[in-house]
């Protein structure tokens, strides 16, 4: 299951070396919830090996100003403290995990 980051909890899961993927998004967003099953279908199969979570804008304002989201869904894929990659809007799974396998 995707976890939850937020300001609060980021630095620690980056202090632990492992690549994470955050999802931005808010419950009244439509491509949101299209991208969220994925989301949580990978957070399954790379338990262990990535950090995957979630962060509802709504609740973390900054955690988006951080990262510069403007525009939801954004998923950012981040590797030793540094963003290496984006995805702006809802896409496909493949897309997601090729990003994923190339972050190991």
Known sequence: MAQII????????VATGKPIVLDFWAT??????????IIEA?????EGQVIIGKCD????????????VRNIPTVVFIKNGE?????????????YEEKIKSML
């Open 6 to 13: 937020n300001s609060n909890n980021f630095e620690a899961l």
């Open 57 to 68: 804008v709504e609740e973390d304002e900054d955690m988006a100003v951080r990262f510069g």
């Open 83 to 95: 963003v290496i990659d984006k995805v702006v809007g809802a896409a496909a799974r493949p897309v």
């Open 28 to 37: 009244w967003c439509g491509p949101c919830r299209r991208v969220g099953p």
């Open 42 to 46: 990978l957070a399954q199969d790379y």
